[in-house]
């Protein structure tokens, strides 16, 4: 059964840094991209970033491009998104998901399963 599991949310201040975890289960990230995707309140799923199956290959958002990074183990069963000099506009719920393939994208339709998010705000 495939399963992934966010976690590292959590509230932090303005320019602050957090760093969220996806564990997968059921399945090795040998042949899977992983992808992060974020939803504000009011708002659609937005691309955050995205890493390959072989970790050479990542995509960041354009929102968040010089400030988060995405990286995994080398057991490539923990995907992790790095953010840092949050903003208030950062606050969403945070989702990880795979895509089968191993190539990273931005499309959240290529993304076949997903974790369950974890709430990440920025507040003073």
């Known amino acids: 059964q495939v399963q992934l599991v966010e976690s590292g949310g959590g509230l932090v201040q303005p320019g602050g840094s957090l760093r969220l975890s996806c564990a997968v289960s059921?399945?090795?990230?040998?042949?899977?991209?992983i992808g992060w995707f974020r939803q504000a309140p009011g708002k659609g799923r937005e691309f955050v970033a995205a890493i390959g199956w072989s970790g050479a290959s990542t995509r960041i958002g354009d929102a968040v491009k010089g400030r988060f990074t995405i990286s995994r183990d080398t057991a490539r069963i923990t995907v992790f998104l790095r953010m840092s000099s949050l903003k208030p506009e950062d606050t969403a719920v945070y989702y990880c998901a795979e895509a089968f393939g191993g190539s990273p994208s931005e499309d959240s339709s290529a993304y076949s399963n997903w974790g369950q998010g974890v709430q990440v705000t920025v507040s003073s």
């Open positions: 059921g399945f090795t990230l040998e042949y899977y991209a």
